[in-house]
């Protein structure tokens, strides 16, 4: 198996943990918190998606999903068109509403121009330093293994807060 497969078969269990995780819910339940000062479902999943559109994005020096083909204004969220939710405060973290189809088609979208650059990725291409201001500089690989760790948490923490709505036991 080579690096590129190996990146395509983890992003692809992110998708489907973010599917399994917002999948018939209602944007009520989404937003929905296990206390006013954590994540919701729908704030997990577009801070997943948007630090993965982010990251890829500048790894590959292309424009980012979000902005490219319109999903800021298909989200009408009231932060600066770069946010990507670091920071957030419990009352931005509660500003995030969407339905479950308008989630799944950002990160679906997210995903499918993530595997169009793992295509044409080569093992050497793991190599290539995409950000300098850390140290040691973080190299192309090091980038897509930290997205995918970071998706994979919080795909998890939003698995976690369905099954608490799904018991009825969040606000």
Same mark, same amino acid.
């Given at each position: 198996m080579?690096?590129?497969?190996?990146?395509?078969?983890a992003?692809?269990r992110?998708?489907?943990?973010?599917?399994?995780?917002?999948?018939?819910?209602?944007?009520?339940?989404?937003?929905?918190?296990v206390?006013?000062?954590?994540?919701?479902i729908?704030w997990?999943v577009?801070? !997943?998606?948007?630090?993965?559109? *982010?990251? &890829?994005a #500048?790894?590959?020096? @292309?424009?980012? %999903?979000?902005?490219?083909e319109?999903?800021?204004?298909?989200?009408?969220?009231?932060?600066?068109?770069?946010?990507?939710?670091?920071?957030h405060?419990?009352?931005?973290v509660?500003?995030v509403?969407a339905?479950?189809?308008?989630?799944?088609?950002y990160?679906d979208?997210?995903?499918?121009r993530?595997?169009?650059?793992?295509?044409? !990725?080569?093992?050497?291409?793991? *190599?290539? &330093?995409? #950000?300098?201001?850390? @140290?040691?500089? %973080?190299?192309l690989?090091?980038?897509?293994?930290?997205?995918?760790?970071e998706?994979?948490?919080?795909?998890g923490?939003?698995?976690?807060?369905?099954?608490?709505?799904?018991?009825?036991e969040?606000?």
């Amino acid at each position: 198996m080579k690096s590129a497969e190996l990146l395509t078969d983890a992003f692809a269990r992110v998708q489907e943990a973010v599917h399994q995780a917002v999948e018939g819910l209602s944007e009520k339940e989404l937003v929905a918190r296990v206390d006013s000062g954590s994540n919701s479902i729908a704030w997990l999943v577009w801070h !997943l998606t948007r630090i993965q559109d *982010d990251h &890829v994005a #500048d790894a590959f020096g @292309t424009e980012q %999903v979000w902005t490219s083909e319109g999903w800021s204004g298909r989200f009408g969220l009231p932060f600066p068109e770069g946010a990507t939710g670091f920071g957030h405060t419990a009352k931005q973290v509660a500003a995030v509403h969407a339905p479950a189809d308008l989630l799944l088609d950002y990160y679906d979208a997210v995903h499918a121009r993530t595997l169009v650059h793992l295509a044409t !990725l080569s093992d050497a291409d793991l *190599d290539r &330093v995409v #950000d300098t201001r850390w @140290t040691p500089h %973080v190299t192309l690989g090091v980038r897509l293994v930290s997205v995918i760790a970071e998706d994979n948490q919080h795909a998890g923490q939003a698995a976690y807060v369905r099954g608490v709505v799904e018991r009825g036991e969040a606000l």
